[in-house]
Structure formats: C-alpha cells, structure tokens
C-alpha cells in the first residue's frame, strides 16, 4: 500500500492506494483500488439527532477504520466493546473504496449499510476493496447507531419529545447526505447512488425506500434478506421503552440523566429487557409517523422510491436463529402457528400450515419463509408493479446449516482464515469463488446500469423469474408457487406490540 492525498470540501485525507479485486469491470481484469478509512459523516451526541460533521484543518489521516458503535448482543457484556480503542460513541464515520482507472467519469456508487439484528455489527468487517475493483464501482461502507443507542424509543415511553426517533435510520441518511455533498470528491457519481443492505441493512434499504427523508438521496436498492415486517409498530416500541425505564429508574424529568449516565448502565438495561423479550429483539426501529409511515399497514400503502431493486433472500434463513444462542425470532411450530393464527386468521393460516410438511424440512420452510422469504418477495412484488425489479434465492448450501441466513455474505465478501472457511462450508475457490464473483458482478452490474446483466429477465406478477444461485445457477418460474399463493401477500409482524 502507498498513500494517495486527495482534497475534500470536508478538508484534506490522506489514505491508501493498493491492489483492489480480482476480476475487474464485468470481470475483465482487476483494478487498483484507493481506501479512505475513518471519514466523519456526521456528529451526535447522545440521544440527539445526527447533524453534519465539522471540516477539519491540515492533512487528515485516513488509513485506519475508526471506531465502531458500542454493542452487546448475547447475554455477556465486554467492556472493550462499548468504549476503547475499537469501540465509542463516536461512531459515525464511513469507509470509501475508489476503484483506479476503469471507465472513464464518475463512477456509480455504493453504499452498503451493514446487518446485526440492528444490535450490532459495523461497517469495519466488509472490506469492499474487491468489489470496487471488480465492478469499476465506489462502495462507501457506513456505520451508525445500533442496540439501546440508537433504536429506544424513548421519546415516547417518557414524554420527552426533544429526544427524537430512529437515531440509527437518521444516522443512514445523514450518510446518504454526505455521499450526496461529497462523493464527488473521491471520483463518484452523487446521480448514480445505490443502497445495499443485508438482514437489518436489508430492512433499512426496505425502510429508506418509504422514508420521505430519503427520497432523492439514492438511485437504486438491493435487498439481501429483509424487509419491514421484521421492526416493530409504535406501541411496542413505546412498551420497550418503558421497561428500559423501571430498569433504569428513568421519568420524564430523566432527560439529562439519560445523557450523561454511564454508557454501562444503558448496556446493562439492554441486556436485562433482552432477558424479558421472547421471539423479539429489545432494540429495532419502529414505525414513527414521522420519518417512516405510521404503520405497518401504512407501510403497505405507501409508494416505494421510484428505483430500480435487486431483492432476494436465502431458502433456509431460520436455521441460522436454531443455531445461535438466544430466541430473536420464532421458528418452533407452536411459535409460528400461533403468529399465523393470531395475525392472518384461522382460514388463511390452515391454508399456509397445509403446504408445509409436518417434518423437519417444512418447519424450516415455513420458519424462512414467515421471518425473511416473503416479506422480502412481498416487498419486491408490490415494487414490481411500478418499477424494474429483480428477484433471486440463494440455494448454495453449508453440510450442516443448509442456505442459512448470512451464508450469501460469506460468499459476496472477502473473509479469511480458518473460522471462516467453516462458516463458509470450505475455502474461497473453486466454484464457491466463483458464484461469489457472479453475485458482485450483477451487483455491480446494477449499480453501473439499473440491472443486474446476464440476461437477468426481470420479476413480473406474469412470470414471476427467479434467479436461483447455487454452485451452477438457474432460472426457475414462480418457484413454491403453492406456498406463495397461499400466503396471497400478506405478511406477519413478530414485533407487533408485545
């Protein structure tokens, strides 16, 4: 690596100038990729909304990711992780990957917007040096606030409006702004924007499509496994609010208190209403009327950004949540039959339970589908009816926990060692490096051009075409077409006001 200098309107950045993927535009050859780590996309304090971040004077160092949001997720709290080196508060910064060379221009650009269960997770495990090589693109990798930081709704449960709603969505438009003021700076194209997200960052591109705050800040969405259905509606998001306030002793005069208190203390109360919740998270974003619809139903009702979307999810998503310790989601058949019951009423919940075998395989089935597949396909639908849309499943299989939740990611980016290569089902060759390229190459591929490329034929309610990916692709018609047809596009919400 070497250091490149560029001016910014924010001021000077000094970062790193390497070798970048493997394959290049439409995988013809590689490109050299620039890196600028640890770039202040806005500021905050705590509970507060996030407001532009201040330009600095002199050469800024730009070589290191910075650090991250302070998280718990499980039921241990390590310190180190919620104020160090790695970890604080001040957290909101964002990473970009510059291809070198490649098509002359500006170049389309990506924002990727990380998962975790909107808990956890940072934008500093994806090394988006490959993709941007690979696909002539600019990736920008963000960070924002996750867990009791940035998805308590506080606000509500104690009657403080000064302390404003879904600070982590705000946070990933205040990012969209900066590309919006700044990409150009770095070679990117501020008219040729796409958002990309998996599992929560999946559901914040489905919730940044709805987002009146949004619309304009991006030109295209990919979607890899979620979609709103899987936050919670305001009533819960008050109630949860509310049990953070007997843990923490808090009322409407707490308003100072809540900002100065031990960051500690706010991890500690996340950890004991996380021990009350069952099938449930005890932080995630909430429909505010304000930012977001009112509503789930609402939700249904409002027009998506009028972008082209790449949407998809893998077949066996649940088994990831058997797995893992703690009880996020349901998939045991009492669980899911109850929900369906509960939400779509007893017809059309005989009618869904019938097309899934009462074995193993069906409660997978029908525990993927319920929590991930057909909100995500739903969503995608009711898309289609008015913008280009693309639809894949992900079929590639580890021995032992099938095409999981997550298994996709492993594949897309470029993770090392060990550990990984048993997440993973094997080493990063062969065929399984292969689909990975084919999955950033149509990614890429829509970023650049509004579609995915290699004759991709778009989802249509006639058709209904879905891509297939596996160690050799293919193309299959309205696939489980009993399944989705008994669902009839409906979706149930596990988050609704427990």
């Known amino acids: 690596m070497s250091v490149i200098e560029i001016e910014t309107r924010m001021g000077r950045l000094a970062g790193q100038s390497g070798q970048g993927g493997q394959g290049g535009q439409d995988g013809q050859g590689g490109l050299g990729v620039s890196r600028f780590l640890g770039i202040p996309y806005a500021r905050a304090g705590r509970f507060a909304a996030p407001a532009p971040a201040e330009p600095w004077q002199g050469l800024r160092a730009a070589d290191r990711f910075a650090r991250r949001c302070p998280q718990q997720y499980g039921a241990r709290i390590r310190p180190e992780m919620l104020e160090g080196e790695d970890y604080g508060e001040d957290c909101l910064h964002l990473n970009v990957y510059c291809p070198q060379g490649g098509t002359p221009g500006p170049k389309p650009v990506m924002v990727w917007i990380h998962g975790g269960a909107f808990m956890a997770g940072s934008a500093n495990s ?8 690979e696909g002539d693109i600019v990736v920008v990798t963000i960070n924002y606030r996750v867990g009791v930081l940035g998805f308590v709704n506080f606000g509500d449960a104690l009657g403080i409006p000064g302390i404003p709603s879904n600070l982590g969505l705000r946070d990933q438009i205040a990012a969209l702004e ?23 960052g999946s559901m914040s591109v489905s919730l940044l499509m709805l987002s009146p705050r949004a619309q304009g800040l991006f030109h295209g969405a990919v979607m890899m496994s979620g979609a709103v259905s899987l936050i919670h509606d305001r009533e819960r998001a008050i ?3 509310q049990r953070y306030a007997e843990v923490l002793g808090l009322d409407q005069a707490s308003a100072e208190r809540l900002r100065t208190m031990p960051l500690g ?5 996340q950890a004991e209403v996380g021990k009350k919740l069952t099938h449930a998270i005890p932080a995630a974003p909430w429909y505010d009327g304000d930012i977001l619809p009112a509503s789930f139903a609402q939700a249904l009702q409002t027009p998506t950004a009028p972008v082209p979307l790449l949407a998809g999810a893998t077949r066996d998503e649940i088994r990831l949540f058997d797995l893992m310790p703690g009880d996020i989601l349901p998939s045991k058949w009492a669980d899911l039959e109850a929900l369906l019951r509960a939400q779509l009423g007893e017809v059309q919940a005989a009618r869904i339970l019938a097309c899934y075998p009462r074995d193993r395989k069906g409660r997978i089935a029908l525990g993927s589908d319920l929590t ?5 396909l739903h969503f995608a639908e009711r898309h289609a009816r008015t913008q280009p849309t693309w639809f894949y499943r992900f079929d590639y299989a580890h021995p032992l926990a099938g095409a999981t939740h997550g298994l996709d990611l492993t594949l897309f980016w470029p993770f090392t060692g060990l550990k990984m290569a048993l997440v993973r089902g094997g080493p990063d060759t ?7 390229r084919r999955m950033r190459a149509h990614v890429a591929h829509f970023v650049r051009h509004g579609d995915p490329g290699d004759i991709w034929p778009r989802y249509e309610e006639g058709s209904r075409k879905v891509r297939v990916y596996d160690l050799a692709d293919r193309f299959e018609a309205n696939p489980e077409a009993e399944r989705y047809a008994a669902w009839a596009g409906r979706d149930v919400e596990p988050g609704r006001g427990k």
């Open 126 to 133: 994806y090394d988006a040096s490959r993709l941007a090589g």
């Open 178 to 200: 900066w590309v919006r003021d700044t990409i150009a700076d770095f070679g990117g194209d501020p008219q040729r924007v796409t958002i990309c997200g998996q599992s929560a």
């Open 239 to 241: 109630r949860d609010g």
């Open 265 to 269: 203390d706010l991890i500690k109360a």
């Open 372 to 376: 991930f597949v057909m909100p995500t």
């Open 430 to 436: 062969g065929r399984r490096a292969e689909l990975g």
